[in-house]
Each structure stands twice: as C-alpha cells, then as structure tokens.
T-cell receptor
Framework: DTGVSQNPRHKITKRGQNVTFRCDPI?????LYWYRQTLGQGPEFLTY????????KSRLLSDRFSAERPKGSFSTLEIQRTEQGDSAMYLC???????????FGAGTRLSVL | GNSVTQMEGPVTLSEEAFLTINCTYT??????LFWYVQYPGEGLQLLLK?????DKGSNKGFEATYRKETTSFHLEKGSVQVSDSAVYFC?????????????FGSGTRLLVRP
C-alpha cells in the first residue's frame, strides 16, 4: 500500500484565483478527513467523509470552500476566490473505519500572494 | 469544548538526554489520546496511542501514560537521538463525537544536538 497521496505538494496562486487539491486515500479506507495547519499550530479539522457522504463541516470551512468525494474514493478540496489568509498546509487523512487510526498524507502547501 | 494543551517549544536537548513533553487535555466522555510526529518535509505519523485510563502507549523508545486523574498524556523517552528531531503533536478523539476527528495541540518542536 502506498499510503495517503496528496497533490500537488505545493501550490502558489494569486489572490482571487481558484485552487483545487486532490487526496487519494489508502485503498478501502471508508473515512477521509481534511485538516488545515498554519505555521506554528496544530492541524485543525475542516471536514470529513464516510464513503461518498460528507458528514460534518467545521465552521472554519467558509462558503468559498467545497469538498467532494465522488464514488467514495479520492477527494478534492476546492477554494474559490482565494485570500491571503488561506495560506496554510492542507492535510488529508484516511482511516479504515470509525475509531480507527488516521493515516496522513504529506500535505499540500498553499501560498496565496 | 475539547482541547489539548502542550508545552511550548522548542525543546533543545543533547543526544542521550531524557525527554519529557507535557500534554494535558480537556474532553467530554472518554477520549482516546495520541502522539503524532512530523519530521521535516513529511506528513504526520502516529507515534503511539492510548484508549483508556492507565493505558501506556509505547513505540520506538517513546512512552506516554493516560492519566485520567490529572488529564495528562506526557511523552517521555529515556535517551533521545539526533534522528528524533521533529515536531511532536498531542491529540485526542472523543467517543462523544461520531466524527472521531482529531483535536491537536499546537505542537512542540524538539531539536537534538549531537
């Protein structure tokens, strides 16, 4: 198993542009989580999926953010009209089932200029 | 709400020194507790976990004991190596939260000098 894969690893964009990140979880993991980590802080929960259903969204996830997980496999996180405050590391994690260990990808670092 | 508080870093030690990184938590119900480690340029890796009071998690020479009476989960290692230099995160999940999302502390950077 190759672990959780995130692409791209780095993204630099100009304020106001849209960006999309992709996460490929470990095969057959039915739970997928997105977190955001800013410099010097621990990761903060954004949203999670059980299979293809998005079951919870944090209040951190403004209406400019949208996440999908079609067919319960990979997931995408899109940010529309990016702002400088969106600059952060976006982490994806997957787990085989509830209450189980979460396995993290290496993250996508977003820089908004 | 649920929260985790870690000692601030950086923690700088000489090789073979004893390590303690303090972690305390606030949670409803019966949380599970975790230590994750983040090496430079890599993703978070689970280091150890404990799921109930008095459990001791251990891995790679690191240990932490789930202390319900003091709401603590301090990380310890008897003899650190240069390769242990990384950022360490204490985290919890709550059994009262069906998402089982991780709640993290702010992280403690460890630097081990030869």
């Amino acid at each position: 198993d190759t672990g959780v894969s995130q692409n791209p690893r780095h993204k630099i964009t100009k304020r106001g542009q849209n960006v999309t990140f992709r996460c490929d979880p470990i095969s057959e993991h039915n739970r997928l989580y997105w977190y955001r980590q800013t410099l010097g802080q621990g990761p903060e929960f954004l949203t999670y999926f059980q299979n293809e259903a998005q079951l919870e969204k944090s209040r951190l996830l403004s209406d400019r953010f949208s996440a999908e997980r079609p067919k319960g496999s990979f997931s995408t996180l899109e940010i529309q009209r990016t702002e400088q405050g969106d600059s952060a590391m976006y982490l994806c994690a997957s787990s085989p089932r509830e209450m189980d260990i979460q396995y993290f990808g290496a993250g996508t670092r977003l820089s908004v200029l | 709400g649920n929260s985790v508080t870690q000692m601030e870093g950086p923690v700088t030690l000489s090789e073979e020194a004893f390590l303690t990184i303090n972690c305390t938590y606030t949670a409803t119900g019966y949380p599970s507790l975790f230590w994750y480690v983040q090496y430079p340029g890599e993703g978070l890796q689970l280091l150890l976990k404990a799921t109930k009071a008095d459990d001791k998690g251990s891995n790679k020479g690191f240990e932490a004991t789930y202390r319900k009476e003091t709401t603590s989960f301090h990380l310890e290692k008897g003899s650190v190596q240069v390769s242990d230099s990384a950022v360490y995160f204490c985290a919890l999940t709550s059994s009262m939260d069906s998402s089982y999302k991780l709640i993290f502390g702010s992280g403690t950077r460890l630097l081990v000098r030869p």
